[in-house]
Nanobody, 127 residues
């Protein structure tokens, strides 16, 4: 298992940008595909983006395609989410997590494939 700690959330005006970071406590981070998910108040957790263990392939949710970029630095045990052209509907708590099964090197949009989950970081977009 890889335990992650999210940071970088905040209050941003619509149209602005924000970069989220996620730090892993284990050196085995580089072996895991990773994902970002978010949860708005009163809604289920939603897939945002995922990345393969090497960083070579990414998957994005339809609502963020063309605006968000997922990346990683394995040497630093870090995962990132660059968020551009932010909209009010991007508001929510953002979580990162490692894909549980190492035999799957690519990411997945299914939250059941990930864990454990951290505390998340709050992102609030205002008009």
């Amino acid at each position: 298992q890889v335990h992650m700690v999210e940071s970088g959330g905040g209050l941003v005006q619509a149209g602005g940008s924000l970069r989220l970071s996620c730090a892993a406590s284990e050196r085995t981070f580089s072996q895991y595909a990773m994902g970002w998910f978010r949860q708005a108040p009163g809604k289920d957790r939603e897939f945002v983006a995922s990345i393969s263990w090497s960083g070579a392939s990414q998957i994005y949710g339809d609502s963020v395609k063309g605006r968000f970029i997922i990346s990683r630095e394995n040497a630093k045990n870090m995962l990132y989410l660059q968020m551009n052209d932010l909209k009010s509907e991007d508001t929510g708590v953002y979580y990162c997590a490692a894909r549980r099964d190492l035999q799957f090197t690519a990411g997945s949009p299914d939250e059941r494939h990930y864990g454990p989950w951290g505390q998340g970081t709050q992102v609030t977009i205002f008009a």
